[in-house]
């Protein structure tokens, strides 16, 4: 009995080509009905928790900017150095603090560097505010002031990256709203891309709060990435397939912006220069090139 329902899920979550049909069909009759996404060529700023977000939630969006006559920017808000088993992977040791940890998040800045390159962000649009991973609620919430936050990974409590907006910058709630409110000074952005509250991830949520503060709510669009229950299904490449709204986004006035074939490859490949991410995850970074990408008006 438990055989059968660890199969059946086994082929619900990775989808043989007949099950993919059936979501194709499915999602097709949801999807096709959500309006579709203005976009113009507007000053884009994409809010990206971690290296990989930019890409998973808005290649589309960025590529479509830029074909536009627009301009994208993105701001990394944490390096992604709290990943203990990749960090533990590429550090050869269980225990991955300190160093290692860093490298990782050296590593990772570098990985989405090449991926913006391949969207066609230019170098000097890219801004990393070098926060820890995993600690951007406790920074806001626990150390707003005074006593910086110390992460448990990298075991620092300042930004520690050369190439971050402030370096040395305490971890406190404080320092990281200054770097952002200084981001959006100088990009003067007329829409912002960012994770909605409703996300999964505490980082995610995070960011999501921090922009419904700091960003005027006309300019405001959401995205999900970690959205509940293995969404999205199936896992893997399903380029032919629409992304369809997550579980933990059910309500939200959710809007399709449209890939062509060409933006699906380029997101792809996006998704393939964070290769420390793809060596672990790839089945699930790969089941976000889909025909569409989704973004709301309203975060939660
Ligand atoms: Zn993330």
């Known amino acids: 009995m438990l055989l059968t329902v660890l199969l059946v899920a086994a082929v619900v979550i990775n989808a043989p080509s007949m099950v993919a049909r059936g979501y194709g069909f499915y999602y097709r009759l949801t999807v096709n009905r959500l309006p579709q996404m203005p976009l113009a060529g507007e000053r884009l700023l994409v809010l990206s928790p ?5 890409s998973l939630c808005c290649a589309g969006a960025i590529q479509q900017v830029l074909k536009r006559g627009g301009e994208v920017w993105v701001l990394w808000f944490t390096s992604g150095d709290g990943f203990e088993w990749d960090a533990a992977l590429l550090g050869d040791t269980l225990r ?12 990772r800045m570098g990985e989405a560097r090449l991926a913006a390159r391949r969207l066609g962000v230019p170098p000097d649009h890219l801004i990393f505010l070098g926060y820890p991973d ?3 609620r406790a ?25 971050a907006l402030s370096p040395g910058a305490p971890y406190t709630g404080e320092s990281l709203r200054r770097d952002f409110r200084r981001v959006l000074e100088r990009v003067q952005p007329t829409l912002v891309l960012a994770p909605s509250p409703r996300d999964a991830h505490a980082d995610h949520r995070a960011v999501g709060l921090l922009a419904q503060q700091e960003v005027a709510a006309e300019r405001l669009r959401f995205w999900i990435v970690h959205g509940g229950l293995e969404w999205p299904l199936p ?18 006035p ?12 380029a997101k792809l490949e996006a998704l393939q220069a964070h290769a420390s991410q793809m060596r672990l995850l790839a089945r699930f970074m790969q089941a976000f090139v889909r025909q569409n990408e989704l973004f709301s008006p309203r975060g939660e």
């Open 134 to 136: 995993r600690g951007l």
């Open 139 to 163: 920074l806001l919430e626990r150390h707003p002031q005074g006593t910086p936050y110390r992460s448990h990974l990298t075991l620092v409590s300042h930004v520690p990256y050369a190439d």
């Open 96 to 107: 991955p603090q300190g160093r290692a940890s860093l490298e990782l998040g050296q590593r």
């Open 254 to 265: 959710w809007q399709r912006l449209p890939l062509s074939p060409e933006e699906r490859t």
């Open 235 to 252: 896992k893997g490449l399903h380029p032919q397939l629409p992304l369809e709204p997550a579980p933990r986004g059910k309500g939200l």
């Open 50 to 54: 971690h290296p990989d977000d930019e």
